[in-house]
C-alpha cells in the first residue's frame, strides 16, 4: 500500500517547497543586511578598516563581533571623581607643554592616554589589540588614536614628526582624552530625566 502523488499534488509541493526556501533565502539576506547596517554604524571606518584587512565583510563582521564579545568580558569601568581631576589635571599641564616642546608633550599625551586606558580596565596589549579593544566603545576617536600615536611612536626614529603633525597628534588625543575621561554613568542618567 504505497502512497502515490498526483501530478497536482507534486506540483503543490513543489512550489511551497520552492517558497519556503524563497521565504528563507530572504530572512537570511535581510538578517545580514541589518547586522551589516548595525555594524557599519556602530563601528564606523572600524568596519571599512575590517573588511580591507580580511578581504570579506562576513569575515569583518565576525572579526567586530568576536571584539565585542571580547571587550564585553573586560572589566571596563568608570573613572572616580578624584582619578578623572587626576587625569585632567595631568592632561592640562601636558597641553601647557606643548607650546615649547611639542614633541615631549605628543609623548606625554600618548602616555597619559595609555595610563587613563589602564586605570579604566583595558588590558596592555600591544597596540592594535588595544585599539581594537577601543573600537568596541569609542569607535568615532579611534581612527584619531591610531594617528596620533604613530606620531608620537615615529618621533623618536629617523623621521622626525613636523610641528604641523605634532599639532595634530595634540588634537587627536585631546579628543580621545576628552572621549575616555567622560562619565557615561553621568551623562546616561541626566539624558533619562
Known amino acids: 500500500m504505497g502512497f502515490s502523488f498526483t501530478t497536482?499534488?507534486?506540483?503543490?509541493?513543489?512550489?511551497?517547497?520552492?517558497?519556503?526556501i524563497l521565504l528563507a533565502v530572504g530572512a537570511y539576506v535581510q538578517y545580514r543586511k541589518t547586522r551589516t547596517l548595525a555594524l557599519r554604524s556602530r563601528f564606523g571606518s572600524e568596519y571599512d578598516r575590517a573588511i580591507v584587512r580580511h578581504g570579506s565583510a562576513l569575515k569583518a563582521e565576525a572579526e567586530l563581533a568576536d571584539r565585542e564579545?571580547?571587550?564585553e568580558a573586560l572589566k571596563i569601568r568608570e573613572l572616580g571623581v578624584n582619578e578623572?581631576?587626576?587625569?585632567?589635571?595631568?592632561?592640562?599641564?601636558i597641553q601647557s607643554?606643548?607650546?615649547?616642546?611639542?614633541?615631549?608633550?605628543?609623548?606625554?599625551?600618548?602616555?597619559?592616554?595609555?595610563?587613563?586606558?589602564?586605570?579604566?580596565?583595558?588590558?596592555?596589549?600591544?597596540?592594535?589589540?588595544?585599539?581594537?579593544?577601543?573600537?568596541?566603545h569609542h569607535p568615532r576617536h579611534v581612527e584619531?588614536?591610531?594617528?596620533?600615536?604613530?606620531?608620537?611612536?615615529?618621533?623618536?626614529h629617523l623621521e622626525e614628526a613636523t610641528t604641523e603633525e605634532l599639532r595634530t597628534a595634540m588634537i587627536k588625543y585631546r579628543a580621545m582624552f576628552e572621549d575616555l575621561i567622560q562619565d557615561r554613568r553621568a551623562a546616561s542618567s541626566m539624558s533619562a530625566a
Open 69 to 71: 564579545t571580547r571587550v
Open 8 to 20: 497536482t499534488q507534486l506540483i503543490v509541493t513543489v512550489v511551497v517547497l520552492a517558497v519556503v
Open 144 to 156: 584619531s588614536y591610531r594617528f596620533a600615536h604613530s606620531i608620537a611612536v615615529r618621533h623618536g
Open 97 to 136: 607643554r606643548f607650546v615649547d616642546h611639542p614633541k615631549a608633550a605628543v609623548i606625554e599625551a600618548d602616555d597619559l592616554v595609555n595610563e587613563l586606558l589602564a586605570v579604566r580596565g583595558y588590558p596592555r596589549a600591544d597596540f592594535e589589540q588595544r585599539a581594537a579593544d577601543l573600537s568596541v
Open 84 to 93: 578623572r581631576d587626576r587625569f585632567i589635571a595631568e592632561w592640562q599641564i
